[in-house]
């Protein structure tokens, strides 16, 4: 299974980025992107890779995500994110939580134990207890960008053969207090399993969800290729009316990204070939 090369892809969201902001997301995503790329390059592991490179885009306000989270109905930021390991399947995922710096980092805590989600109150002890950089008060809302979904992301590969998959988010901009879409939910906005591939998701959380987009683009990946795979996305998501994009890699490392959003802000690497980062990209299984 381990042919030796690493893999990795980033996403800032699925949604219309105003053209003032289409090159700095752009160049967030590449820069995450350097991040987990750089500890694959020097034979560090996926899990490591997807966790550092979704914690550099909770840092970056310009994205939905830790500092750049949008306010809920009653104007309090909730963030939610999830991480899994793909060797052992095992879960990590904190939801509705206020007072995280980066919430990826309590998730990946989590990874080896029992729960595989905490929220709130209860998500905020946990990571406490193990050491995480909390706020002191509870983080501010970022300005909307009117650009509607910003979730981040990541999948990678490691020269092991081992993948992972994390997704972190500010959720949906005026939602009901304690809303919980699918960015922290296994087989809704992530999934990764060694032999099968790793997938992150934005867009619709609910539609996401109601769908289990990321089991669906799972079982896609156990018989098609990357591409091909990617495009599952889309009958569901044109069924319920809703918009999503999708990272994802298969087994081997292939890369597949699509959307149905005006914008999708990505970026992936391959181990011999060069990084390439987009805000649309083309799938040639689209619809
Ligand atoms: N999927 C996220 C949610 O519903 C939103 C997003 O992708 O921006 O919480």
Not at 103 to 121: D, T, W
Not at 122 to 148: D, L, T
Not at 199 to 219: F, N
Not at 231 to 240: D, E, G, S, V
Request: aromatic share 4%; net charge negative; with cysteine.
């Amino acid at each position: 299974m381990a042919d030796g090369r690493w893999s990795i892809a980033v996403h800032g969201g699925a949604c219309r980025i105003p053209a003032a902001l289409q090159v700095p997301r752009r160049e967030g995503c590449a820069a995450a992107l350097e991040a987990g790329r750089s500890i694959l390059e020097r034979g560090g592991g996926a899990l490591e890779a997807v966790k550092t490179a979704v914690c550099l885009l909770e840092d970056d306000p310009l994205f939905n995500a830790g500092r750049g989270s949008v306010a809920n109905a009653d104007g309090e930021v909730e963030m939610d994110a999830g991480i899994m390991d793909g060797a052992t399947l095992d879960v990590g995922a904190v939801a509705c939580v206020r007072f995280l710096y980066n919430p990826v980092e309590a998730a990946h805590a989590m990874l080896r134990e029992p729960p595989i989600l905490l929220v709130g109150a209860g998500a905020e002890a946990f990571a406490r207890a193990h050491g995480i950089a909390e706020c002191k008060e509870a983080m501010r809302p970022a300005a909307p960008c009117g650009s509607g979904h910003d979730t981040v992301g990541c999948v990678a590969r490691d020269r092991e053969g081992h993948v992972a998959a994390a997704t972190s988010t500010g959720g949906l901009a005026g939602t009901l207090a304690g809303r919980v879409g699918d960015a922290p939910l296994p087989g809704c906005g992530f999934y990764a399993e060694d032999g099968i591939g790793a997938v992150s998701l934005s867009g619709d959380g609910e539609a996401i969800a109601r769908t289990l987009l990321a089991a669906r683009v799972m079982r896609a990946l156990e018989t098609m290729n990357a591409s091909a795979a990617a495009a599952a996305i889309f009958k569901p998501m044109a069924r319920l009316g809703a918009e999503a994009g999708v990272i994802l890699l298969d087994r081997d490392g292939a890369i597949g990204i699509a959307h149905n959003s005006p914008h999708f802000a990505a970026a992936y690497a391959r181990e011999g070939l060069a990084p390439v980062s987009a805000i649309v990209w083309d799938n040639e299984h689209a619809r």
